[in-house]
């Protein structure tokens, strides 16, 4: 596996990683139940297993209870939770990227606009038109994406994955003939703003295929992979901001 490769995939992990862990109980609370009646609400911050637990109430008071006192435990949406942090079950999508996409020595601009279906709460499917800047080419990536939330919240961890291909012009030659497979795939953190609107944050990796005849005076700054029967293959890793409705 080659380095770009590598550290993509690393960053990709520990996205999801991090998100899953910080923020799937986002919009949820501990809830005590009591044998005596009463009820507690908040965050438990220690648990010893068949002895007692500690519980900090949204006041910051901690109580500590042993489990003799304890009728149940449960984990409860948060009373009066707002529902921006619930995605769309349905519905047109679209979403709107700007970034940059990073290999060798380069940093190029990148951008892309999808327009799709939202399926079900936690999928989301569309076409995706991009442009992204290589150093003495432009690109047009078209795409096919595909998306996958994966907690309810108002911040919550997502993956992404693109497919498609993309026409490629050298500046040199003015000719829309050096594109190629194009496919990516990363994951984000989406940050929702209102019931229907969003912001995201996304770390990636890119494979982008341009076809033709390559040389240094016409790539000075290439190849971010090797050039194999014609064809230039790129490892990219791309880092970009989105807003979506």
Do not use: C, H
């Amino acid at each position: 596996m080659s380095r770009p490769v590598f550290s993509a995939l690393l960053l990709i992990g520990m996205v999801v990683m991090i998100t899953s862990v910080s923020f799937s109980q986002d919009g949820y609370e501990d809830v005590v139940y009591l044998k005596n009646g009463g009820i507690m609400r908040g965050m438990i911050i220690e648990q010893i297993p068949g002895k007692s637990l500690k519980i900090q109430t949204v006041d910051r008071n901690v109580f500590v209870y042993s489990f003799d006192e304890i009728e149940k435990i449960t984990k409860e949406k948060k009373p009066g939770a707002s529902e921006v942090g619930m995605y769309k079950s349905s519905g047109y999508l679209n979403i709107t990227r700007v970034g940059v996409l990073a290999g060798g020595q380069s940093t190029m601009f990148s951008a892309s606009i999808t327009n799709g279906v939202q399926v079900g709460e936690y999928f989301s499917l569309g076409l995706g038109v991009g442009f992204d800047n290589y150093p003495n080419e432009t690109v047009l990536p078209l795409f096919l994406d595909f998306r996958g939330y994966l907690l309810e919240g108002q911040i919550a961890p997502m993956i992404f994955a693109d497919l498609g291909y993309s026409l490629g012009k050298v500046t040199a030659r003015d000719e829309w003939d050096a594109g190629g497979l194009m496919f990516s795939i990363g994951a984000g953190v989406q940050l929702k703003t209102s019931a229907s609107t969003s912001v995201m944050f996304e770390i990636g990796y890119k494979y982008q295929e341009l076809n033709g005849v390559f040389s240094w005076y016409t790539f000075p700054y290439l190849p971010f992979g090797p050039v194999i029967d014609g064809k230039l293959k790129n490892e990219l890793l791309s880092v970009m901001v989105g807003f979506s409705f």
